[in-house]
T-cell receptor, first 110, second 118 residues
Framework: QKEVEQDPGPLSVPEGAIVSLNCTYS??????FMWYRQYSRKGPELLMY????GNKEDGRFTAQVDKSSKYISLFIRDSQPSDSATYLCAVSQGAQKLVFGQGTRLTINP | GAVVSQHPSWVICKSGTSVKIECRSL??????MFWYRQFPKQSLMLMAT?????????EQGVEKDKFLINHASLTLSTLTVTSAHPEDSSFYIC??????????????FGEGSWLTVV
């Protein structure tokens, strides 16, 4: 079993839709939860970072962590074509290395 | 947000030569830097963890004599691909950990370096 499971998609939605991206993880010791966005041929860009269970909002993005279920989500409201990218969830345990999901390829259709 | 600069963005080299890629944290001190390799349509594959002033820790299956990593200062780590071969052609990405308390150990990535060995 992988430490972090993420549906690779691809996921295609119309512009303006709400997008829901999800990951599950297996180790309850993970403490930090991140979402990165990666455009084609570019390095990943940090979108959201959370430490505890609950919601964190930043503009059109909301990150949700449920430690009891070992489940993390990223919601994108009012999706735009510029949101088309690969979204990577990542978890870590303290100061240790990141463990990534496979990444979900998202396309927002105008 | 914090900035990690990676150079060069792309490089073409001849088979058998060595190539050096630099990774710099521009506005924070990075006690730990990570080097990844990414193949098309795949997730990032961690190659090694680099700690300032000490030897890098390589992941299983990564040849330390082929991929030389140096982390001489708190803002600079380098990856040297020695005796490069076409199969080393890939997208190499570095990341740096901001170890300050306020950042919560956030990790930021560079823009990546495309290596093509011909």
């Amino acid at each position: 079993q992988k430490e972090v499971e993420q549906d690779p998609g691809p996921l295609s939605v119309p512009e303006g839709a709400i997008v829901s991206l999800n990951c599950t993880y297996s180790n309850s010791a993970f403490q930090y939860f991140m979402w990165y966005r990666q455009y084609s041929r570019k390095g990943p860009e940090l979108l959201m970072y959370t430490y505890s269970s609950g919601n964190k909002e930043d503009g059109r993005f909301t990150a949700q962590v449920d430690k009891s279920s070992k489940y993390i989500s990223l919601f994108i409201r009012d999706s735009q074509p510029s949101d088309s990218a690969t979204y990577l969830c990542a978890v870590s345990q303290g100061a240790q290395k990141l463990v990534f999901g496979q990444g979900t390829r998202l396309t927002i259709n105008p | 947000g914090a900035v990690v600069s990676q150079h060069p963005s792309w490089v073409i080299c001849k088979s058998g030569t060595s190539v050096k890629i630099e990774c710099r944290s521009l506005d924070f001190q990075a006690t730990t830097m990570f080097w990844y390799r990414q193949f098309p349509k795949q997730s990032l594959m961690l190659m090694a963890t680099s700690n300032e002033g000490s030897k890098a820790t390589y992941e299983q299956g990564v040849e330390k004599d082929k991929f030389l990593i140096n982390h001489a200062s708190l803002t600079l780590s380098t990856l040297t691909v020695t005796s490069a071969h076409p199969e080393d052609s890939s997208f190499y990405i570095c990341s740096a950990r901001d170890g300050t308390l306020s950042s919560g150990n956030t990790i930021y990535f560079g823009e990546g370096s495309w290596l093509t060995v011909v």
